[in-house]
Nanobody, 125 residues
Framework: VQLQASGGGLVQAGGSLRLSCAASGRSFSNAVMSWFRQAPEKEREFVAASRRNGANTNYADSVKGRFTISRDKAKSTVYLQMNSLKPEDTAVYYC???????????????????WGQGTLVTVSS
């Protein structure tokens, strides 16, 4: 099982980026797919999650209204559309997946079994 994240880069404040996370090795249609981020010297924090089949989504308060998580089941890919980016969004972004996680654990990094390698997002002021 592999998760491959991509799409990071340097963008000015107010700009947009779309991150992608391609899953392989098994079907992820029934997995909870999530995005986390980790800024320098900070703990990894929850950003967004898409529950099985994309029926329900969750967002951190800090990104609600600006970020959108979506998934393409045919491509086994989950996306994170990031708009109105702020300097405080600067971090390494990780995608994660889990097949058995419960709702109350989605925002906890250690509860996810599978992780991508991370992609760096830098927002300049």
């Amino acid at each position: 099982v592999q998760l491959q994240a991509s799409g990071g880069g340097l963008v000015q404040a107010g700009g947009s980026l779309r991150l992608s996370c391609a899953a392989s090795g098994r079907s992820f249609s029934n997995a909870v797919m999530s995005w986390f981020r980790q800024a320098p010297e900070k703990e990894r924090e929850f950003v967004a999650a898409s529950r099985r089949n994309g029926a329900n989504t969750n967002y951190a308060d800090s990104v609600k209204g600006r970020f959108t998580i979506s998934r393409d089941k045919a491509k086994s890919t989950v996306y994170l559309q990031m708009n109105s980016l702020k300097p405080e969004d600067t971090a390494v972004y990780y995608c994660a997946a889990d097949f058995n996680i419960i709702q109350s654990s989605i925002r906890t990094p250690r509860m996810h079994d599978y992780w991508g390698q991370g992609t760096l997002v830098t927002v300049s002021s």
